[in-house]
């Protein structure tokens, strides 16, 4: 299983980015998509997840600011953030809880895909 991540890039406090994160490969279901974050410095951190049933769950310092969605039948997740602030800037990784088979055997796993560098400028 791959995840690939893209949208980061430079932008002024107060705009906005959208990142995206396809999963792709011999996936049987994926339960819980997700953003963290890792900002110098500092440790990494949840931004939002979102269930395959589109439960969503963010990080206070978010909320209201960012909105996390998916498309299932893509394998994608997005995350929407806008207001953003320079406390904002980090590298932004995205995470699938993906199951996968295995000799028959479903077999889940966390998977990670490389991160994307949000920088917010004041």
């Known amino acids: 299983v791959q995840l690939q991540a893209s949208g980061g890039g430079l932008v002024q406090a107060g705009g906005s980015l959208r990142l995206s994160c396809a999963a792709s490969?011999?996936?049987?279901?994926?339960?819980?998509m997700g953003w963290y974050r890792q900002a110098p410095g500092k440790e990494r951190e949840l931004v939002a997840d979102?269930?395959?049933?589109?439960?969503?769950n963010y990080v206070d310092s978010v909320k209201g600011r960012f909105t996390i969605s998916r498309d299932n039948a893509k394998n994608t997740v997005y995350l929407q953030m806008n207001s953003l602030k320079p406390e904002d800037t980090a590298v932004y990784s995205c995470?699938?809880?993906?199951?996968?088979?295995?000799?028959?055997?479903?077999?889940?796993?966390?998977?990670w895909g490389q991160g994307t560098l949000v920088t917010v400028s004041s």
């Open positions: 995470n699938a809880d993906a199951t996968i088979v295995v000799a028959t055997t479903p077999l889940t796993f966390s998977f």
């Open positions: 490969g011999s996936i049987f279901s994926i339960s819980v």
């Open positions: 979102i269930t395959y049933g589109g439960t969503t």
